[in-house]
């Protein structure tokens, strides 16, 4: 029973894997650079485009909410699929997702001091 839990959390993992590479190669067809060649122009992953042709009114979808709509998901199902299971031997995800939590709640207690 623990190998097949085992075997299913490594195919989880290769899912995840295999998805944020997806992810990465189509925005990079998407986001394609206007120069060919080898130049490299460090500002440019600063600049907001629409994705969807211009100004949609009010709120625009731009790159920049992709990537914040990706990663909140990502947090998520990190924290979901961490946190499904429980099990007096926590797993690989689900240590993970506490390790990400505890982090996260001691970082926001101290939070005012570390501001300037």
Same mark, same amino acid.
Request: proline letters at 5%; aromatic letters at 8%.
């Given at each position: 029973?623990?190998?097949? @839990?085992?075997?299913?959390?490594?195919?989880?993992?290769?899912?995840? /894997?295999?998805?944020?590479?997806?992810?990465? +190669?189509? =925005?990079? +067809?998407?986001?394609?650079?206007?120069?060919?060649?080898?130049?490299?122009?460090?500002?440019?992953?600063?600049?907001?485009?629409?994705? /969807?042709?211009?100004?949609?009114?009010?709120?625009?979808?731009?790159?920049?909410?992709?990537? +914040?709509?990706?990663?909140?998901?990502? %947090?998520? +199902?990190?924290?979901?699929?961490?946190?499904?299971?429980?099990?007096? %031997?926590? @797993?690989? @995800?689900? =240590?993970?997702?506490?390790?990400?939590?505890?982090? @996260?709640?001691?970082? =926001?207690?101290?939070?005012?001091?570390?501001?300037?």
């Amino acid at each position: 029973m623990a190998e097949a @839990s085992a075997k299913q959390g490594g195919g989880l993992a290769k899912i995840v /894997f295999f998805a944020v590479l997806a992810v990465v +190669l189509i =925005s990079g +067809l998407i986001f394609k650079p206007e120069h060919a060649g080898l130049a490299i122009h460090p500002m440019d992953q600063f600049i907001v485009t629409p994705l /969807f042709g211009g100004d949609l009114g009010a709120f625009t979808i731009t790159n920049q909410t992709l990537w +914040l709509a990706l990663t909140v998901i990502a %947090i998520i +199902l990190l924290l979901v699929v961490g946190s499904r299971g429980r099990a007096i %031997i926590p @797993s690989r @995800s689900q =240590s993970i997702a506490e390790l990400a939590y505890g982090s @996260s709640t001691r970082w =926001s207690r101290t939070w005012p001091a570390r501001t300037p």
